[in-house]
Nanobody, 126 residues
Framework: QVQLVESGGGLVQAGGSLRLSCAASGRTYSTNVMGWFRQAPGKEHEFVAAINWSGGNTAYADSVKGRFTISRDNAKNTVYLQMNSLKPDDTAVYHC???????????????????WGQGTQVTVSS
């Protein structure tokens, strides 16, 4: 079993920055792909970013490319999402997720992820 706990959300003005963290515990001896998804009020979950175990492969949604950066520290079992130039449209609950399939390939597909955190609220004011 894996537990994922997000932190770092909050209220920020448009143009500001936040760094989200996701700490994993439990099955930390296995390689995994980590992803971030978000859900705005009244909308479906949306892929944001993903990173493979080595950190050599990443993927981003077009809406966040050039503004968000995903990274990870495997020694700390933690993945990060640095969010810059935030916009009101970025307002959502952000969830991290872990994919333990053996291919170590980043995926944007929610159903590929095995474990999910509870989420952290990010609110961007205009």
């Amino acid at each position: 079993q894996v537990q994922l706990v997000e932190s770092g959300g909050g209220l920020v003005q448009a143009g500001g920055s936040l760094r989200l963290s996701c700490a994993a515990s439990g099955r930390t001896y296995s390689t995994n792909v980590m992803g971030w998804f978000r859900q705005a009020p009244g909308k479906e979950h949306e892929f944001v970013a993903a990173i493979n175990w080595s950190g050599g492969n990443t993927a981003y949604a077009d809406s966040v490319k050039g503004r968000f950066t995903i990274s990870r520290d495997n020694a700390k079992n933690t993945v990060y999402l640095q969010m810059n130039s935030l916009k009101p449209d970025d307002t959502a609950v952000y969830h991290c997720a872990a994919d333990y399939s053996p291919w170590d390939t980043v995926t944007t597909t929610m159903t590929m992820y095995d474990y999910w955190g509870q989420g952290t609220q990010v609110t961007v004011s205009s």
